[in-house]
C-alpha cells in the first residue's frame, strides 16, 4: 500500500486569513499533497492549566494568544479553490460539537467538495475549553461514542434513532461515506477506534518519534477491531508528525519505520511559500524504498 503524504494547512497565527489559506491550499494541491488538515479548538485559556498529552511533562508550550481559524469553516475556503486533495480534521473535538447539526454541517461540505471530506474526531484534553463551551469534561469518551453512531444515522438523510423525533430528515447526504477516524493515544480512544472507526489518527512529534509504542498501540487497535468482528486490516492508521516544519529531510529517515509499525498515512507540517513539493517527494521516495 502506498503511504499518503497529507500536509496540515496553515490556519492559525499570522496564516490565519483568507488570502493566506487560499493560497497554501492552492500551492499544496499542486506539490502533491494527498489531503490537507487542520486542527480544532474554538476557545483557548490566555493561561494553560490541563495536562496537555502530547507532551511529557504535560505542559503546553505554545502560545495560545493567536487567531485560530474554525475547522470546517477553514476546510470550506480551501475546498473551493482545490479539486483534488482529500479535506480533514486532525482533531475535531467531538464532544464539544452538537451532533446533529455538526452532521449537517459535514455532509453540506462534502457535497460542495465532490466527496472529499474526512473528519478525524477525539474527546479533547482542555477542561477550560469544555468549561467555556458549557460541556461536561468528565463524559466526553461517552458524548464522543454516541456521537460517532448518530453522525451516520444521520447521513443516512433519515435517521432511526430514539433519540430524534420520528421521520425526521437531515439533507443533503454526504456524497460520500464520509470516514470517521478516532484520534487519542488512551486505551479507551483505541478501543474507540477499533470498533467505531474507519481509522485511528495518532500524534507524535518529529522530535520524539517513537515507532516501537507506536507499533504496541496498532497491535491493540487491530485487537480491538477483531473482536469487534471488524476486519483489523480495513482500519486506517493515519499520523499527524507535529513540530514537523523544516524536518522533512530528518522525518524521511524514520519513514521505513513507521511504514513498519503499520502507519499508512502522514500529516506533516510543510512551508507551502518554499518547495513543498521537494519536502513531499522526499518523504513518498523514503516510503518507496
Known sequence: MTLAIGAKLPHTGAAATGPAVR????????AGADALWVSDHVVLPARVDSRYPFAEDGVARWSTEVDYLEALITLTVAAAVTERVRLGTAVLV?????????????????V???????????????????D?????????GARASAAIELLRDCWTGRPRTP?????LLVLPTPAHPIPLLVGGHSSAALRRAGTLGDGWLAQQSA???DPITLAAEITALHRHAAEAGRDPGSVR?????????GRCADLADRVPSLRAAGVTEL?????PHADPAAELDRLRSAAAQ
Open 237 to 245: 492508521v493515519v499520523l499527524r508528525v507535529a513540530d514537523s516544519l
Open 132 to 140: 467555556a463551551l458549557e460541556v461536561p469534561f468528565d463524559r466526553r
Open 23 to 30: 493560497a497554501a491550499a492552492r500551492a499544496l494541491e499542486q
Open 267 to 271: 500529516i506533516v507540517d510543510v512551508d
Open 207 to 209: 522530535t520524539a518519534l
Open 112 to 130: 460542495l467538495s465532490g466527496g472529499r471530506l474526512e473528519l478525524g474526531v477525539g474527546t479533547g484534553w482542555l477542561r477550560e475549553e469544555f
Open 163 to 167: 433519540a430524534l423525533p420520528a421521520d
Open 94 to 110: 467531538l464532544p464539544q460539537r452538537q451532533p446533529v447539526l455538526l452532521a449537517k454541517q459535514a455532509a453540506s461540505l462534502d
